[in-house]
């Protein structure tokens, strides 16, 4: 049994929860897009620029660090003042400083376009998350944030092709192209949303926790889930980080590591889904063991393996299915356990924690100049192990099990 809601709703109000996830998955579509445009540029960025590996996976870092860390801040405030603005206006700004990034004269301003792209994103996903849950709906959070997460896998996975494809032909000042989506997009989802505020009058909810409370439930099991998320958060973002690189320097071409990305983000789209519709139906203290310890060798085949031939890329996406699984059991979980602040949960579980598992890829890359990008990638992978034994916790165990 799951420690869920065991309520159920009436049609309308499902089809209003459901109708909902898919504006917010729409969104999130756009906003991650710009998410992974940069990755399969650095090796072009490296050769303009003259940078090491290390200094590459600093721009990387530098977006993932900005669009996570402020999270927790972010959720509050939706929570607290109303969701609709920053679930539109995060997209909007993620997409205008990421398809800028053609215009950096030097490394500083393309450091500083990443890191305010990134805050959008980071203001982005704790309401779209808690827009598509709504653990206050009863069952079904599961299946609702699988449709949100599958959006943003989707735009995670068209982002490596579009970036790569407006930059083939535009060059990267030619990328400011890329922007013209998100401001067609955002007037439909502003129409589309209610008003936060007049959600939480409504509801006559309480005033959610302050980020600094829900922070103190780290030491529970919050902090069980949050260790899960930041070490799949590390070995995913590692791998999105490096395999551009390992295949330029295995002689491949912007176009191949272009492709492998999209091999991996794309069944992360599968991922969610799969993860979020088995998250309403098992236990998902021993999903989340199983698909962390599953990612551990299909990982290290993607990598040994290169994205070279079908069974190469199978490699890639199995890689990449697993590891996204683990997300809709750990957002739903996180929120179940502070359901009146599920915005600020989400964005520990979520932007704290991504936080956290991209600072560690820095390791990664000043490993990679050392010993080479495919050595270092190998000896991250394993990290996931300890993800295992995070989820086997037995305070996760769901109350009536």
Known sequence: MQ??????MPPARANSALRLALVVASAHAVNDMYASFVPPLLPRIMGDLGLSIA???TLSVAFSIASSLPQPLFGYLSDRYGRRVFAVAGPIVTGVFVSTIGWAPGFVTLVAL???GGVGSA???PPGASYAVRVSEGKGGGARYSVFSFGGALGFAMGPLV???LVQWRGLEGLWVAMLPVLFLAPFVFLSLPSGRAEARAAARPLPPPPSVVLGYLRGPLGLIFGVSAIMAFVQRAFLTMEPIIVAEGGGSETLGAVALTFYLGAQSVGTIVGGVLADRVNRRLLLAHLCFWAVP???????MGPVGPLGLAAVAAAGFLGMATLPPIVVMAQEMVPSGTGVSSGIVMGLAWATGAA???VTGAAADVIGPTAAMLAS???ALLAVGLALHPSLEPHGS
């Open 3 to 8: 420690n869920v809601a065991t309520s159920t």
């Open 55 to 57: 200094l590459a996976t």
């Open 163 to 165: 970036a790569v494809g």
């Open 381 to 383: 992978v394993p990290m």
């Open 123 to 125: 203001a982005f996903h």
């Open 360 to 362: 560690g890829v820095l």
């Open 298 to 304: 299909t990982h290290l085949f993607a990598v040994w």
């Open 114 to 116: 990443l890191v305010l």
